[in-house]
């Protein structure tokens, strides 16, 4: 049973550059969550999607944007990076009843210069 | 707004020894769930369990137990007999509902060190 799988595994992008980063959700999860984690930090909430559609988000700006495909698997596409993008951006999937535990995946390290 | 502390940065113990990690947690709900995760160096988060505000009742699995008290809103985390593979960034978490959508809230982590 694949577990939730991430790609790239690592980035490097300058400032101003877009990235898009993908997930595929563990077998029979139909939800999936981004969050980012700065070095040293706990991980934050971005967004979450479900039915292809954001059904809530976190307090970061629009240039972070997300895509839930039919087969559950999402994007996150971040626009004109910022060095303070620079972080570990994890994947987590989960089934939607209420309080399902989310796994996460082994996420993607993106460093912008 | 939720929000989970986690008071210790870091710990460094010798194998072997028992280690407990805090964390103390603040919710205006009155169901919620708790968790911890762990946070090896490749990065991938591990779930290690999950606890909701309604069950007060201690858990061990192997050597790991957990503590959750709600009058002092705290569920810590104590590893017995610690090994050097424990090593790892511990977090907990909390969880949060908007609008049928559950995100998680974690502490700063903790880094447990254990020394052979």
């Known amino acids: 049973d694949a577990g939730v799988t991430q790609s790239p595994t690592h980035l490097i992008k300058t400032r101003g550059q877009q990235v898009t980063l993908r997930c595929s959700p563990k077998?029979?999860?139909?939800?999936v969550s981004w969050y980012q984690q700065a070095l040293g930090q706990g991980p934050q909430f971005i967004f979450q999607?479900?039915?292809?559609?954001?059904?809530q988000r976190g307090n970061f700006p629009d240039r972070f944007s997300g895509h839930q495909f039919p087969n559950y698997s999402s994007e996150l596409n971040v626009n004109a990076l910022l060095l303070g993008d620079s972080a570990l951006y994890l994947c987590?999937?989960?089934?939607?009843?209420?309080?399902?535990?989310?796994?996460f995946g082994p996420g993607t390290r993106l460093l912008v210069l | 707004a939720q929000k989970v502390t986690q008071a210790q940065t870091e710990i460094s113990v010798v194998e072997k020894e028992d280690v407990t990690l805090d964390c103390v947690y603040e919710?205006?709900?009155?169901?919620?769930?708790l968790f911890w995760y762990k946070q090896p160096p490749s990065g991938e988060l591990v779930f290690l369990i999950r606890?909701?505000?309604?069950?007060?009742q201690n858990e061990i699995s192997g050597r790991y137990s957990w503590n959750f008290q709600k009058s002092t809103s705290s569920f810590n985390f104590t590893i017995t007999a610690s090994q050097v593979v424990d090593s790892a960034v511990y977090f907990c978490?909390?969880?949060?509902?908007?609008?049928?959508?559950?995100?998680?809230?974690f502490g700063q982590g903790t880094r447990l060190t254990i020394n052979p």
């Open positions: 987590a999937s989960s089934q939607i009843a209420v309080a399902e535990t989310q796994y």
């Open positions: 077998s029979g999860h139909d939800t």
């Open positions: 999607y479900y039915e292809e559609e954001e059904r």
């Open positions: 919710t205006r709900d009155t169901t919620y769930y």
């Open positions: 606890r909701n505000s309604f069950d007060e």
């Open positions: 978490a909390l969880s949060e509902f908007i609008q049928g959508a559950q995100k998680l809230v």
